[in-house]
């Protein structure tokens, strides 16, 4: 029995050694990189069985083909993005005018509400949101807090052998509250440093993270009480911080600040309405 124990122990051990360390944050993470993509792709399957929450835009595939080719796949080709290569990085639209807001799912997808392409007025706003998805799956967000709600039970199922039905159980646990998705303060604050990182290597500003929360100050939106921003602001730390922290960045980079009215060449203001929001029904 001594010897079990001993032998549970130092498997412990070396599944935090060797497996689970985040090298750069210390973020302790039990599921694998590929665990991630088969927990995204269960979690998709479900949204997809569920049209009337998650209805996918199927108006001009124009839309989402410009977006991907000219945004997404730009941020991705940055050197900073590492798990390109492992996850399923794509790009979805979701067909719902009344919500701001965006989100990811492990391993790579990554999906924008047509609410927020309506009221976004650049390319560079929406490459800073995309930028910031992409690094809540680069850093693994989900799966890092998802190891630290189930913790040992995980650990012990990895050491005792896959248990391939306790993944799905898992993303159906994950589906059921997408609020499971909701990212911790300290996530959102990285997820909105490392998209600098991301969009110093872009054609864009690499502070335009901050540009959605700007336009939100100025419309009076961060005090609304309509449904849809109420949930955003709900899941998400005060917009308000996240300009001035964003500000902040830039000026550790001496990189000017500019606001999201800025007409600099970097915003690319009059290519988002022609090609992206203009298009929109
Ligand atoms: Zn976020």
Do not use: W
């Amino acid at each position: 029995m001594k010897k079990k124990i001993f032998a549970l122990l130092f498997g412990i051990t070396m599944v935090f050694t060797f497996y689970a360390c985040d090298p750069e944050t210390g973020a302790i993470n039990l599921f694998s990189d590929s665990d991630d993509v088969q927990l995204g792709l269960q979690v998709e399957q479900e949204m997809a069985g569920n049209v009337a929450e998650y209805p996918i835009f199927n108006g001009d595939p124009s839309i989402k083909a410009y977006i991907t080719q000219r945004i997404f796949n730009h941020i991705l080709a940055s050197p900073d993005v590492k798990k390109k290569s492992v996850f399923q990085y794509k790009l979805e639209i979701v067909h719902k005018d009344d919500v701001y807001n965006a989100f990811a799912l492990p391993g790579g997808p990554v999906y924008v509400y047509t609410g927020l392409l309506k009221y976004l007025d650049s390319e560079a706003a929406l490459a800073g949101i995309i930028a910031h998805e992409i690094a809540h799956c680069e850093r693994r967000h989900a799966t890092n807090r998802m190891t630290a709600y189930y913790g040992v039970s995980i650990l012990i199922s990895l050491l005792l052998g896959q248990n391939p039905s306790e993944l799905a159980q898992i993303a159906a646990n994950l589906f059921v509250g997408i609020g499971f998705l909701a990212n911790s303060r300290s996530d959102e604050n990285e997820a909105d440093e490392y998209s600098v990182t991301y969009l110093r290597n872009t054609r864009y500003y690499p502070g335009a993270v901050k540009f959605f929360f700007e336009k939100m100050r100025d419309d009076g939106l961060v005090s609304s009480q309509s449904n849809s921003i109420a949930t955003f602001l709900s899941t998400h730390p005060d917009p308000i911080d996240r300009i001035k922290d964003a500000d902040n960045r830039m000026k550790a980079f001496g990189i000017p600040v500019i606001s999201y009215t800025s007409n600099n060449s970097d915003i690319y203001r009059n290519e988002y309405l022609v090609n992206i929001k203009n298009k929109l029904p």
